[in-house]
């Protein structure tokens, strides 16, 4: 059987990458085999070793690409904001959304992955990702305020992630109950203040 090239090799690892950072967000890192990957990402399961040691580094791979597409849809949703209160609005508005809550592959890691991460042991490489897009989700957001004092930035930047991706698990977990709906507007609320929707005058 001929070599794919260089090209080729990249593309597929892409591929495999990407169809398995939607599928360990829609089932679970231990609920999809890397047959399953494979077969999502259009390849053979044979050809999986030529790309990741094993099943442990492809869930970090898959993880930490699944963070970066997440901070650059906030970056694209923020783009061209006016101020801190509307760049916060779009990304509370769309994190905190039914749309997120029925769609975890193609949702924020944080929440999709939290409990499947807590539950790995802390020697695999799955948690060293976890943790870098963390801090990244924090840091991004924590940009978005500008206040001049970086560690209240942070501060204000970890809480409001925090009420983010719980408020988003939670609606997950009762998502057959209007429980899982009141989650998501209280929610919202408490992060948007109501004067912070007011028109201007």
């Known amino acids: 059987m001929p070599r794919v090239s260089r090209q080729q090799a990249e593309k597929n690892r892409a591929a495999i990458e990407e169809a398995s950072a939607r599928l360990i967000r829609e089932q679970g890192i231990k609920g999809v085999s890397v047959a399953d990957l494979m077969a999502a990402a259009g390849l053979t399961h044979g050809g999986f ?91 991004s957001l924590a940009a978005l305020y500008g206040s001049g004092d970086a560690a209240a930035d942070r501060e204000r930047a970890l809480v409001e992630l925090s009420l983010m991706v719980g408020a988003l698990l939670m609606a997950r977990a009762t998502a057959a109950d209007p429980i899982s709906d009141q989650i998501l507007d209280a929610a919202r609320r408490h992060l948007l203040p109501a004067d912070d929707t007011s028109p201007t005058p």
């Open 49 to 139: 070793y030529g790309h990741f040691e094993s099943k442990d580094a492809l869930a970090a791979a898959a993880c930490a690409k699944a963070f970066a597409a997440s901070r650059e849809r906030w970056r694209e949703r923020t783009a061209g904001m006016a101020d801190a209160s509307a760049a916060l609005r779009v990304i509370v508005e769309a994190y905190l959304s039914p749309r997120a809550r029925d769609n975890a592959g193609s949702s924020c890691p944080a929440a999709s992955l939290a409990v499947d991460v807590a539950r790995e042991s802390a020697d695999k490489p799955v948690r060293r990702s976890y943790v870098d897009g963390i801090q990244g989700l924090v840091s």
